[in-house]
C-alpha cells in the first residue's frame, strides 16, 4: 500500500506538470544553458520583517560583482540603486539584489543574454530573480514552466511530525490524539548534493500533503483532498496567511516548519471526531519541482478528549522553618492527575514558576525550601492531568509567609471559603491584602488555611497574634466551626491576641439572627469571646469611623466596595466589658475591642473584631493605618498598654511546666528580664531537636507556650522523657543563656 501511495503521487505530480507546462527561459547568469544550484527556493518562509512573509522569487548564487542578463528580451520598465534592494525590472520580472548598469534606464530595450542589467551587490552572492508583478508572482521552478536547464536529483527530506492542538502551541507529548489537531511537519528541500552549501540544503518545498491510514497503512481514512495534496507552490499566497500555512515557533528563513492541516487562506485541522478511536498511521509526503520525494509515516492513536480540569487546589499552610520555609497543600484526589506547578510572586503581581509537575508529583503535597529571604514571599498552586493535552485547574488561593530578620511574627489564618456572595472567583488572594499591611509594621507573618489550624498540628500560642480573616463568608458558609471555637477559646484563655474580620459573622453565630444555623454555643462564643451581640444588618454604610477615647479614634475608612462589594455588614454592640473601636456612626457600631481576661486561667488577652472584611478597606494606605491600631492595640509594636504595667522579671528563667508528667499536653513557662532573641524548643534524650516552638525576639515579661506533644511535621511523639531548652540572646548583646527542663510524656 504504501509503494501504491509514493507511484500514485508521482503520477500525479506528472499528470500536473503537463497541465502546467508553459514556456521556459534560460538563466540570468552564466552560463545560461547550464543548470544552477538555489539557495532561496518560491514560497519558503521568511523571517527578515516583522511578521514574516513568503519569498517571492529564486535566490540563484553567483559570485559577488558578477553580471546579470535578462532571461527573456524586453523593455525595463523600473530601477532602483537604493540599498540592498537594487533592482531592475523588465516587463513583469525583477532582478534584485544587482547594482543597476549606469548604461541603461527605464524604457530601454534589453535582450536576453546579451545586455548587463547590472551586478551583483557586494556580500550577497546571489541574485533574487521575481516571475511576476508585485501580488501575482510566480514559481519559477515549476515542471517545463521557468528555469531550464533545471537539474535536481536530489530528494527533500522530512525530519519531524509533530501534532498539536488546533491553533495553539500546545503540543500532544505522546502520538495519542484527541478533538482538532495540527499536523505540524519540518522539511528541507535539497537542492544540492550533502557536500554543498547548508544554505542550498535547507529550502522550502514545492509540495507537501497527508493522509490517514488504517493501522496496516492498506487503506486511506481521511485526506484533505482526494491525493492528500495540500499546498503546492505554483504561485504566491497571501503574506497574511504565511503563519497559517508554517509554524512560526519551528520557522524562519533556514528553518521551514508547514502546518499542513491549514490552508493558504486560513485555519483548519484534522477532526479526530468524526473517525472511530482507533489506531492509525499519518502518511506525510513533500516534493520538490523535479519530481523528488520523500514519505514518513507516523503511528497515531486517537483517544476521546479528556477536557475535565482537575480541581483547584487548596493550601494547607505557608510558613517559615529553621533553614526557611515549609508549603504545604492538601492532595487533590484525581485518578489522572499528573502533578502541580508552584508559582512564586514577591509582590503579589509579578509571578514566576517556581517548581513543575515533574517535581511536584501527583504523590507530593509540600515542599521544604532552604532559603532564608528577610522579606515576604507569596505563593499559588494549580493542578494539571495526564490528558493528551494536559488540562489545568485554576489557580489555588494565594498564600504567603516571610522569614529572617523580624522581631514578631503573627499568623495569618484564611477562612474564607463561599463564592456565592460579593465574590464569585473559584479564588482569591485577599491574605496578600493582610500581610502587606501586616509587614508594613516590620512584623513577619505565616498563613494557614482555617481547616488546617483545627488538625491539631499547630500551636497558635507561638504566634503574637492570630488574625482570622472570614471575608464575605457570612451565612452562607460556616464563620466559625465547633473546633475552631474551641480552638480560639484555649488560645484566648492562655492570654492570646486575636483579629477577627468578615461579614455578617455575628448574624452567622446569633440564634436571634440565625434561629436555623446558629447555637447556644456559638452565642456563648460571640458574646463571651468577641464580646459583641448581633443588633442589625447594615448593607448600605460603608464607613469605619473612629471611636473617641480607643486607640482607633484617628481612624476614618470606606470599605466594602474593592476588590469585591459586599452585600451587607453586621451592626454590633459590646457586651461582656467589650467595647466599640469603630462605628458608623456614633452609637452604630461595626467593630469591637476587648483587653481583659476570661475563663479559669485569668490569663489577660485581647482581642479586635471587625464586623467587615478587612481586605475591602478601600486603599493600602489605610489598611496599612488600621493594622497599626490593631497590633498596637495586641502591644506588637510598641504603645502604651492598658491597666497597670506588670512587673519585668529580675532574670531569665525556664520555669516547671504544668502539669508534668503529662498527656497530651504540657504549658511552658519562661520568663525574660530584657528584650531577647528566644529559642524555645523540644529535644530527646538523644539531644536530637523535636520541635521548634518559638524563634524570635520578644521584649522583657513572663510567657508561656502550649507543646501538644508533636514534633515538626505534625507527627504525635512517642511516651518517655524529653527536654525542654531554653536559648536568649539578650539584644543588649549580653552573653547567651540556656536553661534545660525535664519534660515527662506519658500515654
Same mark, same amino acid.
Given at each position: ?7 500514485w503521487?508521482i503520477l500525479?505530480?506528472?499528470f500536473?506538470?503537463f ?10 547568469v ?6 544552477h ?6 514560497c519558503?518562509?521568511?523571517?527578515t520583517s516583522a511578521?514574516? =512573509?513568503? =519569498?517571492n522569487?529564486t ?9 546579470v ?11 532602483s ?5 537594487a533592482f ?6 525583477a532582478?534584485v539584489h ?26 550577497l ?5 521575481t ?5 501575482s508572482?510566480?514559481n519559477s521552478m %515549476?515542471?517545463a514552466d521557468g ?5 535536481d536529483?536530489?530528494a527533500p ?8 492542538q488546533?491553533?495553539?502551541?500546545i503540543?500532544?507529548p505522546t502520538n ?5 489537531v495540527?499536523?505540524i ?23 507537501i500533503?497527508? *493522509?490517514v491510514l488504517?493501522s496496516?497503512?492498506?487503506s486511506?481514512?481521511?485526506?484533505p483532498?482526494?491525493?492528500?495534496l495540500?499546498y503546492q ?5 497571501s503574506?497574511?496567511y504565511?503563519n497559517?500555512v508554517?509554524?512560526?515557533p519551528?520557522s ?5 516548519t ?10 483548519n485541522w ?6 472511530p ?9 513533500a516534493e ?11 503511528s497515531?492513536?486517537t483517544?476521546? $478528549? ?28 484525581e485518578d489522572?492527575?499528573?502533578g502541580?506547578?508552584l508559582?512564586f510572586?514577591?509582590?503579589n503581581?509579578?509571578?514566576?514558576l517556581?517548581r513543575d ?10 515542599l521544604?525550601v ?5 522579606q515576604e ?7 494539571l492531568?495526564?490528558a493528551?493535552i494536559a ?6 488561593d494565594?498564600f504567603?509567609?516571610s ?13 474564607f471559603d ?5 465574590y464569585?472567583e ?6 496578600a ?7 508594613a509594621q516590620?512584623t ?9 489550624v483545627? $488538625?491539631?498540628v499547630l ?11 472570614l ?9 466559625f466551626?465547633?473546633?475552631? *471555637? ?5 488560645y484566648?484563655?492562655?492570654g ?10 455575628a ?18 462564643f460571640l458574646?463571651t469571646?468577641?464580646?459583641a ?7 448600605i454604610?460603608?464607613a ?16 466594602g ?5 459586599i452585600s451587607?455588614s ?5 457586651v ?21 481576661s476570661v475563663?479559669t486561667?485569668g490569663?489577660?488577652f ?14 493600602a ?26 512587673a519585668?522579671?529580675?532574670e531569665?528563667?525556664l ?6 508528667p ?5 504549658t ?5 528580664p ?8 523540644i529535644y ?6 523535636v520541635?521548634?516552638? %518559638? ?13 501538644n ?5 505534625? *507527627? ?5 522523657l524529653y527536654?525542654v531548652r ?7 548583646g549580653?552573653?547567651?543563656? *540556656? ?9
Open positions: 500500500m504504501r509503494e501504491y501511495i509514493r507511484n503521487i500525479f505530480s506528472l500536473s506538470a497541465v502546467m507546462a508553459q514556456s521556459t527561459f534560460p538563466w540570468p552564466t552560463p545560461f544553458n547550464q543548470n544550484e538555489i539557495t532561496g527556493t518560491f519558503e518562509y521568511r523571517s511578521n514574516g =512573509h513568503f =519569498h522569487g535566490d540563484i548564487p553567483k559570485a559577488d560583482f558578477s553580471p542578463y535578462p532571461v527573456r528580451d524586453g523593455r525595463v520598465v523600473s530601477l540603486t537604493v540599498g540592498s534592494n531592475v525590472r523588465v516587463d513583469n520580472v532582478y544587482i547594482a543597476p548598469s549606469a548604461s541603461i534606464s527605464v524604457g530601454d530595450s534589453v535582450f536576453a543574454g546579451t545586455t548587463v542589467l547590472g551586478t551583483i551587490l557586494s556580500g552572492g546571489h541574485v533574487h530573480f516571475n511576476g508583478f508585485v501580488g508572482e510566480i %515549476r515542471p528555469f531550464a536547464p533545471l537539474t536529483t536530489w527530506i522530512i525530519r519531524s511530525i509533530d501534532f498539536y488546533n491553533n495553539t502551541d503540543r500532544f495519542e490524539l484527541s478533538g482538532l495540527d499536523i511537519v519540518k522539511v528541507d528541500e535539497q537542492n544540492g548534493p550533502p557536500t554543498t552549501f547548508l544554505s542550498r540544503r535547507n529550502n522550502g518545498i514545492y509540495k500533503g497527508f *493522509q488504517t496496516d497503512s492498506d486511506v481514512v481521511f485526506a483532498s482526494a491525493s492528500g495540500k507552490f505554483d504561485s504566491k499566497p503574506n497574511t504565511v497559517t508554517f509554524y512560526r519551528q524562519s528563513t533556514t528553518s521551514h508547514y502546518q499542513v492541516t491549514n490552508s493558504t487562506v486560513g485555519d484534522w477532526n479526530t471526531t468524526n473517525i478511536i482507533d489506531e492509525y498511521v499519518v502518511m506525510v509526503f520538490d519541482t523535479r519530481g523528488n520525494a520523500d514519505t514518513m509515516y507516523v497515531v492513536t483517544t476521546e $478528549a479528556d477536557l475535565v480540569a482537575p480541581q483547584t487546589p487548596v493550601f494547607r499552610s505557608v510558613t517559615e522553618t529553621d533553614s526557611g520555609m515549609h508549603i504545604s497543600w492538601y492532595p487533590n484526589t489522572d492527575l499528573l502541580y506547578q508559582d510572586s514577591f509582590d503581581v509579578t509571578w514566576t517556581f509537575e515533574a517535581v511536584l508529583t501527583d504523590s507530593t503535597d509540600e521544604f532552604n532559603q532564608i529571604l528577610n514571599v507569596y505563593f499559588r498552586l494549580k493542578a492531568d495526564r493528551p488540562n489545568e485547574s485554576p489557580y489555588s494565594v504567603g509567609m522569614n529572617g530578620d523580624f522581631s514578631r511574627k503573627v499568623l495569618i489564618v484564611d477562612g463561599r463564592i456565592t456572595g460579593g464569585s473559584s479564588s482569591h488572594d485577599f491574605m491584602d493582610v500581610a502587606a499591611a501586616v509587614i516590620g513577619s507573618f505565616d498563613t494557614y488555611s482555617n481547616e488546617a483545627t $488538625a491539631d500551636d497558635v500560642n507561638t504566634y503574637g497574634a492570630v488574625m482570622w480573616m471575608g464575605d463568608e457570612s451565612t452562607a458558609g460556616e464563620t466551626s465547633a473546633d475552631e *471555637q474551641e480552638l480560639l477559646k484555649a484566648l484563655d492562655s492570646g491576641n486575636l483579629f477577627v474580620s468578615g461579614s455578617d459573622i448574624r452567622d453565630l446569633d440564634p436571634d439572627a440565625n434561629p436555623l444555623g446558629a447555637t447556644e454555643d456559638d452565642e456563648l458574646n469571646y468577641l464580646k451581640d448581633f443588633v442589625d444588618t447594615d448593607s454604610s460603608g469605619a469611623i473612629g471611636i473617641t477615647g480607643t486607640l482607633f479614634e484617628t481612624v476614618d475608612v470606606d470599605f466596595v474593592f476588590p469585591y462589594r451587607s453586621d451592626v454590633v454592640a459590646p461582656n466589658d467589650g467595647f466599640a473601636v469603630l462605628g458608623y456612626s456614633d452609637t452604630t457600631f461595626n467593630a469591637i475591642g476587648y483587653d481583659g475563663g486561667s490569663e489577660p485581647s482581642m479586635v473584631y471587625f464586623a467587615f472584611p478587612f481586605e475591602t478597606i478601600s486603599t494606605d489605610d489598611r496599612i493605618a488600621v493594622m497599626s491600631e490593631v497590633l498596637e492595640f495586641f502591644d506588637q509594636i510598641g504603645g502604651v498598654e492598658s491597666g497597670a504595667a506588670p519585668i522579671p529580675s531569665f528563667a520555669l516547671p511546666n504544668f502539669p508534668n503529662f498527656n497530651p499536653s504540657t511552658l513557662v519562661y520568663q525574660l530584657e528584650r531577647a532573641r528566644v529559642q524555645l524548643g530527646n534524650v538523644l539531644g536530637q531537636r520541635r521548634l516552638l %518559638r524563634n524570635e525576639t520578644i521584649t522583657a515579661g513572663r510567657y508561656e507556650t502550649l507543646w506533644g508533636r514534633d515538626d511535621s505534625g *507527627q504525635q511523639v512517642g511516651s518517655g527536654f531554653l536559648e536568649a540572646i539578650p539584644s543588649s549580653g552573653s547567651a543563656i *540556656q536553661q534545660y527542663r525535664k519534660v515527662l510524656l506519658v500515654k
